[in-house]
């Protein structure tokens, strides 16, 4: 059985300029951008010695982030405001961006708190959380009697 989308003309029977109108109103950039939180998006990976978290924030500085650590809770916060201003013969435009955002991690009881890094390099944020020496897999060769 083949399923066929129908379509008998009746988009909108009285105006169908009215909801191209409110369609791409609807689906500009501008407009949707104000309204979606942006979150960035996170890869976390483990290896033998280590956690690493990867946080997509292109467009900042490393003095915009704040990263801190209560209890085994790692929060990673961002903060930007930028300011456009465009003088014209008799207008003044003023355009006010500010993001932010808060993302926060629970980190396990192998990982060591104590030591932690971060790095900020082409828009990746890498955190590197050391695991502590009990908790790192020990391979071993195991005798056949």
Do not use: C, W
Request: charged letters at 30%; a neutral charge; hydrophobic letters at 35%.
């Amino acid at each position: 059985m083949t399923l066929v989308k129908f379509n008998n003309g009746h988009r909108n029977a009285v105006n169908p300029f009215f909801s191209d109108v409110f369609q791409s109103l609807l689906n500009d950039t501008q407009v949707s951008d104000r309204f979606v939180t942006k979150t960035p998006a996170v890869n976390i990976a483990e290896t033998e010695n280590q956690f690493e978290i990867e946080l997509a924030a292109p467009g900042l500085s490393k003095e915009d982030f704040k990263i801190s650590i209560d209890k085994n809770v790692l929060s990673v916060s961002a903060e930007k405001k930028t300011e456009n201003v465009e003088e014209g013969k008799k207008y003044s435009k003023k355009e006010y961006a500010y993001n932010s955002f808060v993302r926060s991690f629970t980190l396990p009881e192998s990982a060591d708190q104590s030591k932690i890094e971060a790095e900020y390099i082409n828009g990746i944020l890498t955190l590197k959380v050391s695991k502590k020496e009990e908790a790192k897999v020990q391979s071993r060769e195991i005798a056949v009697k």
